[in-house]
């Protein structure tokens, strides 16, 4: 396993300070930050400017294969068993539509959990080195991965922020 990386974590009283210390650190070319915050807030996810979630491509390709799936099981069914009633087609779509729908409903659900857990690295075998559970409790932390020779300016920047308390995590 990789160690992590080294870094600086700032701890914030107030939202505002953390986006104001987000903003600075991002116009000075940092881009690879972390918040750690004890409630999610929208305006975190707009000052970081993280991609969408890639978590509804697998609810996608899901709902594709239970639809496929199920076309595959009843149209197939169907005509290894063929049973002729009453002059009706064999290969008949409407009643197929249910079995289709269940299967569509259980595939994308089923790759939705898997890609979020995926997505999310769970299970988290050790946790970030930037934690502080006062995160969870009361503070907004921000972790900035940096290089030793950066640690002066981060700093800087992150005190300029309001930050309560900065240290170095990692290597």
Same mark, same amino acid.
């Given at each position: 396993?990789?160690?992590?990386?080294?870094?600086?974590?700032?701890?914030?009283?107030?939202?505002?300070?953390?986006?104001?210390?987000?903003?600075?650190?991002?116009?000075?070319?940092?881009?690879?930050?972390?918040?750690?915050?004890?409630?999610?807030?929208?305006?975190?996810?707009?000052?970081?400017?993280?991609?969408?979630?890639?978590?509804?491509? !697998?609810?996608? #390709?899901?709902?594709? =294969?239970?639809?496929?799936? *199920?076309?595959? $099981? &009843?149209? %197939?069914?169907? +005509?290894?068993?063929?049973?002729?009633?009453?002059?009706?087609?064999?290969?008949?779509?409407?009643? !197929?539509?249910? #079995?289709?729908?269940? =299967?569509?409903?259980?595939? *994308?659900?089923? $790759? &939705?959990? %898997?890609?979020? +857990?995926?997505?999310?690295?769970?299970?988290?075998?050790?946790?970030?080195?930037?934690?502080?559970?006062?995160?969870?409790?009361?503070?907004?932390?921000?972790?900035?991965?940096?290089?030793?020779?950066?640690?002066?300016?981060?700093?800087?920047?992150?005190e300029s922020a309001d930050a309560e308390e900065v240290h170095r995590?990692?290597?």
């Amino acid at each position: 396993m990789a160690r992590p990386s080294a870094g600086l974590v700032g701890s914030f009283r107030h939202l505002d300070s953390l986006l104001e210390a987000i903003n600075r650190l991002r116009q000075a070319g940092y881009r690879d930050l972390q918040a750690l915050s004890p409630v999610p807030h929208h305006a975190i996810d707009e000052a970081l400017k993280k991609p969408p979630s890639p978590v509804r491509v !697998f609810t996608l #390709i899901g709902c594709l =294969l239970g639809a496929a799936t *199920g076309f595959t $099981l &009843t149209i %197939g069914t169907s +005509l290894h068993v063929s049973l002729i009633t009453g002059g009706k087609p064999i290969v008949s779509i409407p009643p !197929f539509l249910i #079995i289709v729908f269940e =299967l569509t409903i259980l595939f *994308g659900g089923l $790759l &939705t959990l %898997g890609g979020m +857990l995926l997505n999310a690295r769970l299970p988290l075998i050790h946790t970030v080195p930037a934690y502080d559970p006062r995160f969870s409790e009361d503070r907004f932390g921000l972790w900035v991965r940096c290089e030793a020779k950066d640690f002066d300016t981060v700093t800087r920047l992150l005190e300029s922020a309001d930050a309560e308390e900065v240290h170095r995590v990692g290597e």
